[in-house]
């Protein structure tokens, strides 16, 4: 594991985009039966999702956010000294979208800019890349941009996955200040599971093909996808996460000497209902202090932990807070920190028209 603490860097302003158009879960009944969907709908705890049309990308959710901050907040575009953008579902294979976001958000050429492809522990690689970052004496405030458009990943006709993952960008604009004080950091890897979550062709190791585009009836169940669909090892990903994430929790509050009486809120990746209830019952956390989303949008992978901070913290943010984040999944990876928040700029979620 790699343990990192950082002083005095932390979050300016936080803003969230979600396409407008809402799934109802309930009434997702092209390819199930009504009362199939209803028992998949109350166990995984999703009732309404948000997904893009063909046309709007990732990267469009994360521009939306970004001038929306860039405006409230008025920050001169040159000011802006480092681009991240965390995504697994960019624009092209090449080039990375953040260049790509750097010429449309108008910032200077100076700006550094690059992608981060991780799931759903990627926000917090891409924070403390941006504080490693913003270390430095000549970078002075990181925009971090995390988008996915997971409708897009899953076939609708596998419910193992129809029926959890939706889409949203946000945008992080980060910066020094005394006020924030420490933050700690602990990330971790383990590919030997990298199989749990995968997408299997479409890549250079198994490129498209006619074949890989063919939908296949994938198991006893009926489950059909393409070899270019997302698909997840439910029961073995859940035992990866009462292994590996209560302890990573742990350690991080040993590394940090922190008490996890002081932690304000605890801001957990938003798998399904199920996981969350079970770390909260794990961990024996007051319910009150555990803000989700999921009910919502759905699973947004690496989005959901800002997109919970947006969405149900808000206002909450702008007085001083610390938080505890916590996000495991795609890699396997799975990474946890706590910083404090203090008068962060939240502004309301932004609906960007889709078709």
């Given at each position: 594991?790699?343990?990192l ?30 009362e199939d ?13 948000r ?22 907040l ?16 960019p ?32 926000f ?12 430095q ?20 006709k ?14 992080a ?19 030997s599971?990298?199989?749990l ?5 479409g ?35 859940f ?31 938003q ?32 989005v ?17 807070k ?30 960007v028209?889709?078709?």
């Open positions: 594991m790699a343990y603490n950082f002083n005095n860097i932390g979050f300016r302003g936080l803003a969230a985009a979600v396409p407008s158009r809402v799934i109802d879960n309930y009434k997702y009944t092209a390819h199930f039966p009504a969907v209803k028992d998949v709908v109350d166990k995984v705890g999703v009732y309404e999702r997904f893009t049309d063909k046309n709007t990308t990732s990267s469009d959710l994360c521009f939306h956010a970004a001038e929306k901050l860039l405006a409230d008025e920050i001169e575009r040159e000011s802006i000294d480092a681009l991240i953008f965390v995504t697994q579902t624009d092209y294979k090449m080039p990375a979208s953040a260049v790509i976001l750097q010429d449309r958000l108008q910032l200077p050429k100076s700006t550094l800019a690059f992608d981060i492809n991780m799931g759903c522990a990627g917090i690689h891409g924070l403390s890349v941006a504080f490693s970052y913003l270390q004496p000549t970078i002075n405030r990181v925009l971090l941009l995390d988008g996915e458009t997971r409708s897009k990943v899953y076939h609708p596998d419910r193992k996955t129809a029926f959890i993952f939706g889409d949203a960008g946000v945008a604009l980060l910066d020094k200040n005394d006020a924030y004080g420490p933050s700690w950091f602990s990330i971790n890897s383990d590919g599971r990298s199989h979550i995968r997408i299997d062709a890549g250079y190791r198994n490129p498209s093909s006619p074949d890989t585009l063919k939908e296949k009836v994938v198991d006893e169940h009926g489950n059909i996808r393409t070899d270019e669909n997302g698909y997840m090892n439910g029961p073995d990903v035992n990866f996460l009462i292994r590996e994430v209560p302890k990573d929790i742990k350690n991080i509050f040993e590394f940090s000497g922190q008490d996890r009486e002081n932690i304000d809120f605890w801001v957990f990746h798998a399904n209902t199920y996981m969350n209830e079970y770390l909260a019952k794990k961990l024996k956390l007051d319910a009150s202090k555990i803000p989700t989303s999921i009910e919502k949008f759905g699973n947004t992978s690496s959901s932990i800002p997109l919970t901070m947006v969405s149900k913290l808000g206002d909450k943010l702008k007085e001083t610390k938080l505890l984040l916590s996000g495991f999944g795609v890699g396997m990876s799975w990474a946890s920190a706590i910083l404090q928040m203090h008068n962060c700029y939240i502004p309301e979620i932004i609906e028209p889709v078709e």
